[in-house]
């Protein structure tokens, strides 16, 4: 079996830091990518949150692979100088966490706007912020992953690739099942971002939207993950939790079979790992 670097958004099993590097342990995880930890967002703490986090991390032998920021998740009309002046700030928190990478958007489009060229009017205006992200990070030494998500300008591969063609030095994080979501045919979208993608966020959906484990849903994944030629991996489940389940199942709390609801936040994360963990090890 080809050897990964498996991290994950361990705040998915709990919002606690030490709740974190427990589900992280128990699956063999290595590393985190940091979003939110002691209820505090990656993008609010500080340094000294930033140290502490990352001694406490180092003691359990986790690394911090990249920052699962929120800078680029604002209205692209909206004032950008307090979001870019809170981005420089994580830029700090980032280096003392020895995170390589941070994930980044590429903005919310104003509400009623559809079509290419309705986008592309403000695709001006996405590159010189997005490019200013980039050349702060760049004195940082740590490279910038746009992701594809819903709402923003790069939702779709074709909106993608316009973003990469103008900023090359802008990696990408490839997340199935966001494509999905926006109605985008998975393996269409990695043969045009396939050049660019850096690592990837492990979930998928149903053709609906509805996020289930990795190789439950439409998202091509194993073909994905047999094609990509990195070792970096981000385990995101985002599986429904439904906390009343433990009093309905004789097991209290049995994953459902369909790999899309479960009864407690660390039975979500762990059959999302051991999903995961299934197809490295077929490939």
Same mark, same amino acid.
């Given at each position: 079996m080809r050897q990964y670097i498996l991290s994950a958004f361990a705040d998915e099993a709990g919002i606690d830091l030490n709740d974190q590097i427990r589900a992280l342990k128990r699956n063999g995880f290595t590393h985190l990518e940091i979003r939110g930890v002691d209820g505090e967002s990656v993008g609010d703490i500080g340094a000294e949150k930033a140290a502490e986090i990352k001694e406490r991390l180092s003691a359990e032998g986790i690394s911090v692979l990249s920052i699962g920021s929120p800078f680029g998740k604002q209205d692209i009309l909206?004032?950008?100088?307090?979001?870019?002046?809170?981005?420089?700030?994580?830029?700090?928190? %980032?280096?003392?966490l020895g995170a390589k990478y941070m994930r980044i958007f590429s903005f919310f489009m104003p509400r009623g706007v559809s079509g290419e060229?309705?986008?592309?009017?403000?695709?001006?205006?996405?590159i010189d912020r997005l490019s200013a992200f980039a050349e %702060?990070?760049?004195?940082?030494?740590?490279?910038?992953?746009? $992701?594809? $998500?819903?709402?923003?300008?790069?939702?779709?591969?074709?909106?993608?690739?316009?973003?990469?063609?103008?900023?090359?030095?802008?990696? %990408?994080?490839?997340?199935? %099942?966001?494509?999905?979501?926006?109605g985008a045919e998975t393996y269409r979208a990695w043969t045009m971002l396939k050049p660019y993608v850096e690592y990837m966020h492990i979930k998928d959906a149903r053709q609906d939207g509805t996020v289930v484990a990795a190789g439950y849903g439409v998202g091509n994944v194993r073909r994905i993950i047999s094609e990509y030629e990195g070792s970096m991996l981000t385990l995101e489940p985002h599986l429904a939790v439904f906390e009343g389940l433990a009093k309905l199942e004789k097991d209290r709390g049995a994953a459902t079979v369909d790999g899309s609801v479960f009864g407690t936040k660390d039975e979500a994360f762990d059959f999302a790992a051991k999903t995961l963990k299934q197809i490295l090890a077929e490939l």
């Open positions: 909206a004032d950008f100088k307090p979001h870019f002046d809170k981005f420089v700030r994580c830029l700090d928190s %980032a280096k003392i060229n309705g986008y592309d009017q403000y695709l001006g205006e996405v %702060a990070a760049a004195g940082y030494g740590i490279t910038l992953c746009h $992701e594809n $998500e819903k709402g923003i300008y790069g939702d779709i591969p074709d909106r993608c690739v316009k973003i990469h063609e103008a900023m090359p030095a802008l990696r %990408a994080v490839f997340d199935p %099942a966001n494509f999905i979501q926006c």
